[in-house]
């Protein structure tokens, strides 16, 4: 008898790869065009940037900029500083804010922020987050002390349900915090903005700088 030829129907594998197209185009969210770019100093330190980071960018201006990489704690936080600051918001709002990428403004500014479309936002003249750092606490003091309070209570509820489930856990993996400042940035920006740090109890940061070549040894 004659050999038939083996076939196979990729009608299933093209509906699933329409699906999960279709899933991702509904699902995803793009990010917003960083309202800052600095270029920092240079040093020969190899030390890659942390995954989870609450950054603050200062560029020449000494203006602050914040983001929080992760997600969840970045909402939490984000409900209570507007809670500090007496300011209401809904739970898409708080998506919202989870989903963009660093910001420079008032709070009181913020949630009006995240009305407007991604292409609007880049028109927004940001003044940078208020960290003055006499008198009463700064704003930016208050997303320092809840980012510190959240990242705890992130890394113990992550710990806590690895051991629960008697998986690893890379107790490297934590929220850190950094400043990137402009190399021609105003030291007493940088220095006010440190300043905070101190004040909300933050004991370990990272200062982020470009990465030069090492000088030769001839």
Same mark, same amino acid.
């Given at each position: 008898?004659?050999? &038939?030829?083996?076939?196979?129907?990729?009608?299933?594998?093209?509906?699933?790869? #329409?699906?999960?197209?279709?899933?991702?185009?509904?699902? &995803?969210? #793009?990010?917003?065009?960083?309202?800052?770019?600095?270029?920092?100093?240079?040093?020969?330190?190899?030390?890659?940037?942390?995954?989870?980071?609450?950054?603050?960018?200062?560029?020449?201006?000494?203006?602050? #900029?914040?983001?929080?990489?992760?997600?969840?704690?970045?909402?939490?936080? #984000?409900?209570?500083?507007?809670?500090?600051?007496?300011?209401?918001?809904?739970?898409?709002?708080?998506?919202?804010?989870?989903?963009?990428?660093?910001?420079?403004?008032?709070?009181?500014?913020?949630?009006?922020?995240?009305?407007?479309?991604?292409?609007?936002?880049?028109?927004?003249?940001?003044?940078?987050?208020?960290?003055?750092?006499?008198?009463?606490?700064?704003?930016? /003091?208050?997303?320092?002390? /809840?980012?510190?309070?959240?990242?705890?209570?992130?890394?113990?509820?992550?710990?806590?349900?690895?051991?629960?489930?008697?998986?690893?856990?890379?107790?490297?993996?934590?929220?850190?915090?950094?400043?990137?400042?402009?190399?021609?940035?105003?030291?007493?920006?940088?220095?006010?903005?440190?300043?905070?740090?101190?004040?909300?109890?933050?004991?370990?940061?990272?200062?982020?700088?470009?990465?030069?070549?090492?000088? &030769?040894?001839?």
């Amino acid at each position: 008898m004659p050999r &038939s030829n083996p076939s196979l129907d990729m009608t299933p594998m093209v509906d699933l790869a #329409f699906l999960l197209v279709t899933f991702f185009m509904l699902t &995803s969210s #793009f990010r917003t065009p960083e309202p800052v770019v600095v270029d920092p100093p240079t040093s020969t330190t190899k030390t890659e940037i942390p995954k989870q980071v609450f950054m603050i960018t200062i560029d020449n201006q000494g203006r602050a #900029f914040i983001d929080l990489t992760n997600p969840a704690v970045k909402s939490r936080v #984000f409900e209570k500083v507007c809670n500090q600051s007496g300011i209401k918001v809904d739970s898409m709002t708080v998506k919202k804010f989870a989903g963009s990428g660093a910001i420079g403004l008032k709070i009181t500014a913020i949630p009006q922020y995240l009305e407007l479309e991604a292409n609007e936002r880049t028109k927004v003249n940001q003044t940078g987050v208020p960290y003055d750092t006499t008198g009463k606490k700064s704003e930016l /003091y208050w997303w320092a002390y /809840y980012t510190r309070l959240e990242a705890h209570a992130d890394f113990k509820a992550r710990e806590e349900e690895a051991k629960t489930r008697k998986l690893p856990f890379d107790k490297s993996n934590y929220i850190q915090f950094a400043v990137k400042a402009a190399s021609d940035a105003k030291y007493d920006a940088v220095k006010n903005v440190i300043q905070v740090f101190r004040d909300a109890k933050v004991k370990q940061f990272q200062m982020i700088t470009g990465l030069e070549s090492e000088p &030769s040894l001839k």
